[in-house]
């Protein structure tokens, strides 16, 4: 499975090409792809990687896309520092899911969050809680 170019700009909320070329996307597909090829786990399903590859690629666009906004402005504005943060913890977090064998053994939380948050609303709206 291999990640488009549209699929990255999808994923980065349609960029368009005058934002971000397709050869920036493309370099940093390839990227991706080393990236996540050389830290993966070789049991991660094909879907994983993928995704893996995804959001590493679009984390390397937008910053690719914040670098040329900083040559042509002089300055990133503090939204896009933000986006670029977000995009770098999500880029982070699928590159540990595809780090991790799919087929491990996961533990079941010790009770549904909906329950624990359930009980401590009645507690705490009957007097009893804290």
């Known amino acids: 499975m291999t990640v488009e170019i549209q699929e990255v700009r999808d994923y ?3 960029i368009t090409t005058s934002r971000v070329h397709n050869d920036t996307i493309t370099i940093n597909i390839e990227l991706a792809n080393t990236i996540v090829e050389n830290e993966s786990s070789k049991e991660a399903s094909d879907e994983t990687i993928k995704d893996a590859v995804l959001t590493q690629a679009g984390y390397l666009s937008y910053l690719s ?4 906004f900083e040559r042509s402005v002089g300055r990133v504005p503090p939204p896009m520092l933000i986006h670029i943060d977000r995009l770098k913890a999500i880029a982070d977090k699928f590159l540990t899911y595809a780090k991790r064998a799919d087929n491990e053994q996961r533990k079941p939380p ?4 909906s329950d624990t948050v359930s009980k401590r609303f009645r507690t705490l709206r009957h007097g009893t809680g804290l």
């Open 12 to 14: 980065l909320n349609k």
């Open 65 to 68: 896309y914040a670098t040329e």
């Open 110 to 113: 010790i009770m549904e969050l």
